[in-house]
């Protein structure tokens, strides 16, 4: 990230939990970035997060939309709240990077998106796994079409999360404000495999909750067909001791790339056969995934790529165009999320409705 002609911003933090935590660090990455302030509900934690970071804690999110020097706000509260933090925060003219999911219902994401256009701030929705090294390498593939034609996409989250991660906080394991594995945690994975695939047209999938007490489902199996014809697999789990990297698997007529936690691990592509000399493996086979991950450890997350999803959101507001993960593809990976829950539920395949089709469920 280059400070080259960076303009000032003002960053205010909504929600000082495990992820809050991670977003004061990567304000701290940002060139041109200022945390100003935070603010929470538990006052105890918008001051220890303050004291940590040498910002000021403001009482409530009233008192940190009103602040001038904030342009910028990162809505770090649970998911089932993010469109009422994050339309007023939009409502006070803010510019909003949401955590991931978007929300936890199309209704609530569709009202966040229309209060973002109706007061001309900009959204990004983190997922910041696409700001990952491996995943600009995999997109420069993708669009060389090194792969050839796509077959076969495949995102594996096999996490593991124990009871008292579910019990330490009331919203955790609920429908209503967090939603089961593939919501939570399998969302990072299946929105690079619609990132790298193209949109999906319908899904079969089956959930299951078996290792924790939890409303929600803390197993996803699903079968995928995509637009494009091409086919894949999306499983998450809450459930898999003692947690392991996460992976995609992307095939195309030319060969596979495999991504795991981030990097390229695998790379067997028919052309690398003729452009490496004989015997030389491509120089992207092994690299080593990088650490801290999350797969046992909520808190384990490196703040460099929430850094850069970060400087692309200030980018897009100082040159005036949109960021790289728009809430509209945000809301296209929560559709996919919403009918695997339908398919799991109905026992049947789902279409998934197409942006601008009817059917937003
Ligand atoms: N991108 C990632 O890798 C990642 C990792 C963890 C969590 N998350 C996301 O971040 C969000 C928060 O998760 P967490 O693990 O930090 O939760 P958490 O429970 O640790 O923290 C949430 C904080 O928000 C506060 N809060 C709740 N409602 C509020 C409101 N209306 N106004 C102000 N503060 C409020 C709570 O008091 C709490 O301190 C979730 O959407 C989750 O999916 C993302």
Redesign the pocket.
Known sequence: MSETNAARHGIGI???????AVHAEAVGLVPGATLAAV????PG?AKALAATWDCAAEPD?ASLLARDDIDVVLV????G??A??GIQAAGAGKHLVV???IEVTLAAADRLIAAARANNVLVTV?S?HRFDAGLDELRRLLDGAALGPLLLGEASTKWYRTQDYYDS?A?RGTWELDGGSLM?QGV?YLDLLLWAMGPAAEVTAICATQAHQVEVEDTTLALVRFASGAVGTVLSSTAAYPGFDQRLEITGTNGTVIVSNGAITRRALANDRLTEPAGVTPATAVTPATEPT?AAN?AG?DPSSHAAQIADLLAAIDNGHQPAVTAESARATLQVICSVYESARTGRPVAVPQPGEEGAR
């Open positions: 909504v929600g000082a939990g495990v992820i809050g603010t929470d509900v538990d934690r999110l770090c509260v649970p998911s709240r993010h009422e933090v955590e991931k999911p983190i910041q906080a919203w939570n990072h999350a909520p997350i």
